[in-house]
C-alpha cells in the first residue's frame, strides 16, 4: 500500500510523470488497480487518472495494450471511489478522436444504469461528459452508440446536478443531430419530458436551456417519431421563446 501511494504522489507531480510512462508504467498501475486491496486498488485507479489529464499523454496511454477495456473494467467495480476515477480517466482519454470506434464498442459493457442513479455529481457528470465525446462518432459506430446512449440520458437529464443535466442535454443534441437512428432511439428511451422541462425552466442557465433547444431542434427533424413533437406541450415550449422576442 506504501509502495502505491509513492507512485500515485508521483504521478501528480508534472516533473515524475514522464518516468511513470515509460517502461510499462501505465500497465503496472492497471494492475495495482484490479488488486484485491481496496487502498492499493484506489491509489492505482487514481494514479491512472492523473496520468491521463495532460493532453500529450492521452494517445500515449491508449496505446498502452488492454488499457482501454481496463479501465472500463474499473468502471464496474463495487469501489465508488474507483469507479469514479476511472470513469474520469474515460472521459479525459475520450477526448482522443482516433479511438472513437473504440469507446464506442465498449461503452455497453459500462453499468450506466448502477452510474447514473448514484446522485454523485462526479460520477454522473462523467458519464455525460463521456456520451457528449463519443456522441462526434461517425455513422460506421452510430448503432450502437444509440442503443446504448438513450436511456443514460433520459437519467442524466433527471439528475438533481445542473452541470448534469447541462452536459446531458449537449449530448442529446450531438446524437439528435445527424442521425434518424439516433433521435428514434431518445425519444423512445422518453428523453422529450425532461428536455422540455429544461427549456421551460426559468432558473436553468443560458447553457442548459441551449442545450434542450438543440436537443429539440435536432429531434424536431425526426421522420419516425414526429407525431411526438406535433403535441401541444412541446409546441408551447418550442413557441414560447419565439413570443417572448421584441
Known sequence: ALAAAA?????????????????????RLLELAAASDAAVARCGVAALRNLSEPEETRAQLLAEPGLLQGLFN????????????????????ATVTSHRAAFVQLLPALPFAQLCGTCLVEIEHACARLLFLVARAGADV?????EVAGQPLRELLCSEHAVVRTTAAQAAGRLARHHEAGRVALLDAGVLHPLLRLLEDDAADEAARRGAAVAMRGLAASSARH??????????????PVVALP
Open 7 to 27: 507512485l500515485l504522489a508521483l504521478s501528480a507531480k508534472e516533473s515524475t510523470r514522464a518516468a511513470l510512462m515509460s517502461g510499462g508504467g501505465p500497465f
Open 74 to 93: 474499473l468502471a464496474c467495480a463495487d469501489d465508488p471511489d474507483v469507479q469514479r476515477d476511472s470513469l474520469i480517466a474515460l472521459m479525459l482519454l
Open 142 to 146: 452510430s448503432t450502437t452508440l444509440h
Open 227 to 240: 407525431e411526438s413533437l406535433v403535441q401541444p406541450k412541446p409546441l408551447r415550449a418550442l413557441l414560447a
